[in-house]
């Protein structure tokens, strides 16, 4: 039924509830539709392709009962037309992001998808099975790996491979290795390297805030539904199950370098600082199968993650594209990615890698090439476009990563936050500067009105922008919060992609109904915490302290671990705590000496200090109450803080 301004009439009311769609964006969808090839269906065929069998709605549960994963919340996917509230691209890619189960790729490889937002490649060997990267979590990790044995026959893990170091790559790999693998270590478990490095680094200093970002860019706490969460674009979202992370026990280390596995050779190459600072691709001449890990999928990727990151290299991912090409051009039949669904006949993988590799090429050079005729990220955003060859090929759509956020993240990588306007180089911070706005807009009323006659024009981001102010000038101005969570969720609407609609959504719940209720955060698991290197935990220690609080205290502990060898000092000094390796200092406050496996222990609560002690796990010497003193000047970081609101508490 065609929409009506009538219809309409409430959308800005007080309510919770998700609103309609307006004509606005009504328009803009079927803009959409007419400007893109729909009626092109090969996607569709590739992403059944090969199908198996499969696990009733993808459900997953763990030992407890509790569910992990299921795709049985998105049934209403089933509709082949998009409603008004869901861009019809993104509900095209949410559609294709849907099948799920074991497919046979070529005889010989098979892939589980659909478990997960990231895939499990099997490879079959001469006696066994060699595994490729085992999903976000153990349990799913199993589940993946008893359907490949349901259809294929039980056989031994012959090998593991992680092709980079984010988690839905690792996380599961407790779930397709015995114990006794794990023991004797008869299995290898190959990766690029500086994989441990960066797998554990990458997200643990910046962990707290990242965590609480990932909920705007995933979208896990929205409803799904036509109105709520319908993807992430690389997959449905992630995995609720248990992570644990298992040293490699082989590093590729240089692009040529090759192994064989069971009997099969593969080739690699190494894409440092791509998708992942820690990734490779690999060649298998026995299957003619190409897998370029997460750098050519069925999206244009981020280059800058709305939960953070170090900004990636676009030039470099483009380039490996390239020599993956020089490499493998002609001979790959089949090539596979570690999301989404594969692509079959030398012809079309062609096409597919050097569309790839333009992508990030064009959006790369017209970006510096922008930023060097004096445009900022802002301005380079609202002019650039792709051209049409790369614009009308599905798997160059934003879903993921977006032309319009990816070149403000090549920006950054060049010239930094800073646009050289003195203007911006010291604002007044978000609360300060909204009441200053209200106050030269001539009130809270005066802005609302002229937001509502935008909102009805459609205007939608200009909207936002102004009444943000007002919301971080009067949080509590309920008439603000519901025209702003109108406002946000119209746009969220119009969205192609989904880490943008996901961002918009959830703000717009959060104005509605506050920060979601949620557990406190859990200890960083042991297994975590074992990877780490002893010199990473006091970099973590040294993010926790309070600067304020240490004002003029200088304390300085020795530490011996037993079974690693390693010895410190830690010095808190000018309200910042360093660390000195393989030494110790004749003037410490106090010295312990513990094995490193206690300190892990007491880090992952599973005992405290005062037991270990006890315990005769730790001897100590000089006063050891001056642990206790730097301890307490440790900040707990919540697992929730505001963002589309101004903070409720005083944070110094």
């Known amino acids: 039924m065609p929409a009506t301004s009538r219809e309409y009439t409430d959308v800005t009311d007080a309510s919770n509830e998700p609103k309609d769609a307006t004509p606005s964006v009504i328009a803009q969808q079927k803009a959409m ?45 089933s509709d082949e037309q998009a409603p008004p509230t869901v861009n019809p691209s993104l509900w095209r890619q949410s559609r294709l992001n849907m099948q799920h189960g074991l497919f046979e790729v070529v005889p010989g490889v098979y892939q589980v998808r659909g478990l997960d937002i990231a895939n499990m490649t099997l490879i079959e060997g001469d006696n066994g099975v060699i595994v490729v990267d085992t999903l976000t979590s153990i349990e799913g990790a199993r589940a993946a790996l008893d359907l490949y044995f349901r259809h294929r026959g039980l056989k031994p893990v012959a090998a593991v491979i992680f092709t980079h170091t984010h988690t839905d790559h690792w996380g599961g790999a407790r779930g397709v290795l015995e ?63 248990s992570v644990a992370l298992l040293r490699p026990t082989d590093l590729i280390m240089a692009t040529g370098d090759r192994r064989v596995i069971d009997g099969v050779e593969f080739e690699f190459q190494m894409a440092p600082n791509s998708e992942a600072p820690a990734e490779m691709h690999f060649f298998i001449p026995r299957y003619k199968l190409l897998n370029l890990a997460e750098n050519c999928t ?60 333009d992508l990030y090429k064009f959006a790369h050079d017209q970006t510096i090439r922008l930023m060097n005729h004096g445009l900022t990220a802002a301005e380079i955003a609202e002019t650039i476009q792709l051209p049409d060859s790369l614009e009308g090929a599905w798997h160059g759509r934003g879903y993921y990563g977006h032309i319009r956020h990816n070149v403000k993240a090549i920006y950054q990588k060049y010239l930094g936050w800073y646009d050289a306007n003195p203007v911006n180089l010291d604002p007044l911070p978000p609360v300060e500067s909204g009441k200053k706005y209200v106050e030269y807009m001539g009130g809270a009323d005066a802005i609302l009105a002229r937001a509502r006659a935008d909102f009805d024009k459609g205007e939608f981001r200009f909207v936002a922008q102004a009444l943000s102010h007002l919301v971080f000038a009067e949080p509590d101005n309920a008439a603000a919060r519901a025209l702003l969570a109108d406002t946000l969720e119209q746009l969220g609407y119009a969205a192609e992609s989904a880490t943008w609609r996901n961002a918009y959504l959830f703000g717009a719940q959060e104005l509605r109904q506050g920060m979601p209720k949620v557990p406190a955060r859990p200890p960083m698991p042991r297994e975590t915490l074992a990877a780490l290197r002893t010199a990473q935990l006091w970099d973590v220690l040294g993010i926790r302290l ?45 010295s312990f000496t513990l094995a490193r496996s206690t300190l892990d222990e007491v880090i992952a609560k599973l005992t405290s200090f005062p037991e270990a002690v006890a315990a005769g796990k730790v001897k100590l010497s000089g006063n050891p109450m001056k642990l206790a003193e730097l301890m307490g000047l440790m900040d707990e970081f919540p697992r929730m803080f505001e963002i589309v609101e101004p903070k409720r508490t005083v944070v110094k």
């Open 179 to 241: 114990e006794d693998a794990l023991a004797t270590g008869r299995v290898p478990i190959i990766a690029p390297n500086l994989f441990m490095e960066h797998a554990v680094s990458e997200n643990i200093i910046a962990g707290p805030a990242m965590l609480r970002r990932a909920q705007y860019q995933f979208g896990p706490l929205l409803a799904k539904g036509p109105r709520g969460q319908v993807d992430c674009g690389l997959g449905k979202s992630m995995a609720a199950g």
């Open 546 to 590: 309070n600067g304020p609080k240490a004002e003029g205290k200088h304390i300085v502990l020795n530490w011996t671990f037993s079974d690693t060898g390693e010895t410190f000092v830690l010095n808190l000094e000018n309200c910042a705590l360093t660390y000195t390796e393989s030494a110790q200092a004749d003037d410490a406050d106090a």
């Open 298 to 357: 069925h999206n244009f990727h981020n280059l800058l993650p709305f939960r953070g990151a170090d900004v990636r290299d676009a030039l470099a991912w483009s380039k490996y594209l390239g020599e993956a090409l020089q490499l493998w051009d002609g001979k790959a039949e089949a090539m596979c990615g570690q999301h989404h669904w594969p692509v079959w006949g030398r012809e079309r993988i062609g096409t597919m890698i050097r569309q790839q590799r």
């Open 33 to 77: 539709l007419d400007a893109l090839p729909f009626s092109d269906r090969r996607d569709f065929d590739d992403a059944a392709r090969g199908f198996l069998g499969t696990i009733e709605n993808a459900a997953i549960t763990n030992p407890q009962g509790r569910t992990v994963w299921s795709l049985e919340p998105y049934g209403f996917l």
